[in-house]
């Protein structure tokens, strides 16, 4: 089992940034593709974000290329979400997610977290 835990929401003006994190724990997460999603009120969860366990390749939607990065910390068993000129549409409940280095790394996933709030005022 793996245990994701997300931290770093709130709320911004449009255009700030935020950085979440996601820490995971229970079976080693190094070999785990993660990813970042996110869902609005009145709307279907989407995929914001992905990494491969190794850190080699990120997967973007093409909504947040060029304003959001997606990393990783094996060392820490941590991913990180970099949210730059943020917009009222990024406003969501932003959860990440947990696949073996073996599956799909844009999913299905099989652990997810409870989620963090992001509001963007504008």
């Known amino acids: 089992q793996v245990q994701l835990v997300e931290s770093g929401g709130g709320l911004v003006q449009a255009g700030g940034s935020l950085r979440l994190s996601c820490a995971a724990s229970?079976?080693?997460?190094?070999?785990?593709?993660m990813g970042w999603f996110r869902q609005a009120p009145g709307k279907e969860r989407e995929f914001v974000a992905g990494i491969l366990w190794s850190g080699a390749t990120t997967y973007y939607t093409q909504s947040v290329k060029g304003r959001f990065t997606i990393s990783r910390d094996n060392a820490k068993n941590t991913v990180y979400l970099q949210m730059n000129s943020l917009r009222p549409e990024d406003t969501a409940l932003y959860s990440c997610?947990?696949?073996?280095?073996?599956?799909?790394?844009?999913?299905?996933?099989?652990?997810w977290g409870q989620g963090t709030q992001v509001t963007v005022s504008s």
């Open positions: 229970g079976r080693t997460s190094s070999y785990l593709n």
């Open positions: 997610a947990a696949t073996s280095a073996s599956g799909n790394p844009l999913g299905p996933f099989d652990y």
